[in-house]
């Protein structure tokens, strides 16, 4: 579940300007109740809460964001993710979001857990921890802390982020095919010539990393992503390299179960006949 949709949909002002105006306890209340809405109704099954990935072109459309937003040529790797809540600038806006996910906890829906968006560096995440746990957020048995894994550098050492006190990783495939193949993901012109593309060897050999990384630390790794929802051959890779989860578009669930169903029983056949 996005935070972003949330203040999209049931906000649509910017929380900096929401402090200004000495609204903060308003804008707690709307994203814990959009919160709730999902939490509530799939209990005691679990959700995991993103926190906002917004970008700055993003936040500066809505209301008060002009004037507490920069102007970025490349926003879409700009000032985003756990770089923008660790801020000085924005620390106050992300304690926030932290508090609506205590109030829907302490309100009995222990089955809110929560994602850190875009992490770039282990010191961030370490960093940001320390934030949570000010605001009572700690992980545990009971509370999931999980981050995102979509920029390169998770890619390429991932024991130094899987050893970090933290639940498990989401991989976000847009992203790091982005990043690693250095591809605006918006970009139409590139993407009509193919340029995107998660099943590049390069992106493979990224999400391998990250996934056997994380695993051999005991973490949990998903996916989230388009390409798993319009490639067999993407998903046979990944369930080929363990992943623990998948997640696809809801016209794709049906058939994407059982794919994966026939993927492991394939394997777990071949399995089965060695020596």
Not at 26 to 51: H, M, T
Not at 169 to 191: F, H, K, P, Q, W
Request: hydrophobic residues 40%; aromatic residues 8%.
């Amino acid at each position: 579940m996005r935070m972003e949709f949330i203040v999209t949909g049931n906000i649509g002002k910017h929380p900096l300007y929401m402090i200004k105006n000495g609204q903060q306890q308003e804008y707690v209340n709307k994203l814990s109740d959009g919160i709730r809405k999902v939490a509530g109704a799939i209990s005691p099954k679990p959700v995991i809460v993103r926190f906002s990935d917004f970008k700055t072109n993003e936040y500066r459309n809505l209301d008060g964001g002009f004037d507490f937003e920069p102007h970025e040529e490349n926003p879409i790797i700009g000032w985003r993710g756990v770089s923008r809540f660790i801020s000085e600038e924005f620390i106050e806006a992300f304690r926030l979001e932290l508090r609506a996910i205590k109030k829907c906890r302490d309100e009995g829906l222990i089955n809110v857990h929560v994602m850190l968006p875009f992490v770039r560096k282990p010191s961030e995440v370490t960093r940001c921890l320390e934030i949570l746990k000010s605001e009572g957020l700690e992980m545990s048995e009971e509370f999931g802390i999980y981050m995102m894994a979509e920029v390169p550098a998770v890619a390429l050492l991932p024991e130094e982020f899987a050893d970090l006190p933290i639940t498990g990783a989401s991989i976000g495939s847009n992203d790091l095919t982005m990043g690693i193949l250095c591809i605006d993901r918006d970009n139409a012109r590139l993407g009509r010539k193919e340029y995107f593309n998660e099943r590049d060897p390069a992106v493979l050999k990224g999400l391998s990393n990250i996934i056997r990384g994380f695993k051999n630390y005991g973490k949990s790794v998903s996916l989230c992503g388009q390409a798993a929802s319009e490639y067999e051959d993407f998903v046979e890779f990944l369930v080929k390299e363990n992943i623990d989860s998948i997640s696809v578009s809801p016209d794709a669930v049906a058939k994407t179960r059982k794919l994966v169903a026939s993927i492991e029983k394939k394997y777990s056949a071949l399995k089965t006949k060695l020596p």
